[in-house]
């Protein structure tokens, strides 16, 4: 039986920005804490994209593809749009400690969109 290979994984640039978004996040709360606490956010992506290049299809299925209002719609479009652009429709979540990171994946590639802390609403596509 041949081992399967591994599924490459990159990062959007919103999923930077979302990333950087949050180390701001974390200096704004509490400066004293902010670089243990985005040490071990970056320590437990790492794991996560282990994971992700052996299973892209370990995270959950995206929950807020069932949004029903109208502002829930538009948001959605917005991110679905971004797995558009990098060539992947099928989205999943996987959840981070209190993070939450949007991907979107084939068998053989897996695309980091965004991440938000599991008390935001909806994923920022601003970027």
Same mark, same amino acid.
């Given at each position: 039986?041949a ?5 490459? &994984? ?6 930077? %920005?979302?990333l +950087?978004?949050?180390q ?5 709360? /509490?400066?004293?804490?902010?670089? *243990?606490?985005?040490?071990?956010l970056? %320590? /437990?992506?790492?794991?996560?994209? %282990? ?6 299809? @370990? @995270?959950r ?8 209002? $109208?502002? @829930?719609?538009?948001?959605?479009a $917005?991110?679905?749009q971004?797995?558009?652009?990098a060539?992947l429709? /099928?989205?999943?979540?996987?959840? &981070? @400690?209190? #993070?939450?990171?949007?991907? +979107? #994946?084939? %068998? *053989? ?7 938000? #802390? ?8 601003? *970027?």
């Amino acid at each position: 039986m041949a081992l399967p290979l591994n599924a490459s &994984v990159e990062a959007t640039p919103n999923f930077i %920005a979302n990333l +950087a978004a949050a180390q701001q996040f974390f200096l704004l709360q /509490d400066a004293d804490s902010a670089d *243990t606490r985005f040490a071990k956010l970056k %320590a /437990d992506l790492r794991e996560m994209l %282990a994971v992700l290049s052996w299973s892209p299809a @370990g @995270g959950r299925p995206a929950r807020f593809l069932v949004a029903k209002s $109208a502002q @829930g719609k538009l948001k959605t479009a $917005a991110i679905q749009q971004l797995a558009e652009q990098a060539g992947l429709p /099928d989205l999943r979540e996987y959840v &981070v @400690g209190q #993070h939450i990171v949007l991907y +979107a #994946h084939s %068998a *053989t590639e897996v695309v980091l969109l965004a991440l938000k #802390h599991q008390r935001q609403l909806v994923y920022s596509s601003d *970027t």
